[in-house]
């Protein structure tokens, strides 16, 4: 099975920052595209910001400049460096991973979530 971590939330003011980690870990062959997702109280949960194993990223219009997502292979690990907070990104953020794997000398691609982290941006 696959395991993913989130870590770093927390309470923050309006200006802070925040670097967020999304730590994969189990029976991984391969780590594909990777996103980070956060979900408000009564919104839908939204795509911020996701990275490919070439290391190509994407971010909504709300993270752009002030989010930066960036993955280091050797430790599975991907992390999403948030400046300038806001009010408005206060949410419950979700890492989800494409990932490989072998099972039964047989390769599938699966998608996990992890259980998300709190951030909150307040004074």
């Known amino acids: 099975q696959v395991q993913l971590v989130e870590s770093g939330g927390g309470l923050v003011q309006p200006g802070g920052s925040l670097r967020l980690s999304c730590a994969a870990s189990?029976?991984?062959?391969?780590?594909?595209?990777v996103g980070w997702f956060r979900q408000a109280p009564g919104k839908q949960r939204e795509l911020v910001a996701s990275?490919?194993?070439?290391?190509?990223?994407n971010y909504a219009d709300s993270a752009k400049g002030r989010f930066t997502i960036s993955r280091d292979n050797a430790r599975n690990t991907t992390y999403l460096q948030m400046d300038s907070l806001k009010p408005e990104d206060t949410a419950v953020y979700y890492c989800?991973?494409?990932?490989?794997?072998?099972?039964?000398?047989?390769?599938?691609?699966?998608?996990?979530w992890g259980q998300g982290t709190q951030v909150t941006v307040s004074s």
């Open positions: 989800n991973a494409e990932i490989g794997q072998v099972r039964s000398g047989n390769y599938y691609e699966y998608y996990y």
């Open positions: 189990g029976s991984i062959f391969s780590i594909y595209t």
């Open positions: 990275i490919t194993n070439d290391g190509d990223t």
